[in-house]
């Protein structure tokens, strides 16, 4: 795995940061669950005034290796199974617009989400919520 970020992470708000890390982390245990650990990802992270984007994208199931059938075990997220669906809902409380597929080269899977960074204040992640930074 390569991992890459630019700009200021730590200026943003503490739910933003949460929400990052858990698409990323939603995203490569897709990887794991569906192309194996022959597959690499490429994680990068870029901030801006406006913006944050978080692109993950993996290689897919190396060739010659079995392509799993079966779901694999929960993730233990607490939402084994709608891993995309909580990807888009995390990205939908900051305004932001997901792209999740196959890969153009026909071997792997993208996810590209961009978020909107609140100038004011975001109601933050607290204890109460469950959510807390790792």
Same mark, same amino acid.
């Given at each position: ?6 700009? @200021?992470? @730590? ?10 890390? $858990? ?22 992270? *870029? *901030?801006?005034? @406006? ?16 392509? $799993? ?18 990807? $888009?809902? $995390? *990205? ?23 978020? @909107? ?9 607290? *204890? ?7």
């Amino acid at each position: 795995m390569t991992y890459r970020t630019v700009g @200021d992470f @730590d200026s943003l708000g503490s739910g933003v940061q949460l929400t990052v890390y $858990r698409i990323v982390q939603e995203a490569l245990t897709n990887t794991l669950k569906h192309a194996g650990t022959g597959s690499t990802a490429e994680v990068s992270l *870029a *901030a801006d005034a @406006d913006t944050v984007r978080i692109r993950v994208v993996d290689t897919g199931t190396p060739p010659g290796a079995p392509v $799993r059938t079966e779901p694999g075990p929960p993730t233990g997220s607490g939402d084994a199974g709608h891993g995309l669906v909580g990807i $888009r809902q $995390r *990205a939908s409380m900051y305004g932001g617009s997901v792209t999740i597929g196959p890969r153009d080269t026909g071997h792997g899977w993208i996810v590209d989400v961009v978020l @909107d960074v609140p100038s004011a204040p975001f109601p933050e992640f607290s *204890a109460a919520s469950g959510e807390q930074l790792p």
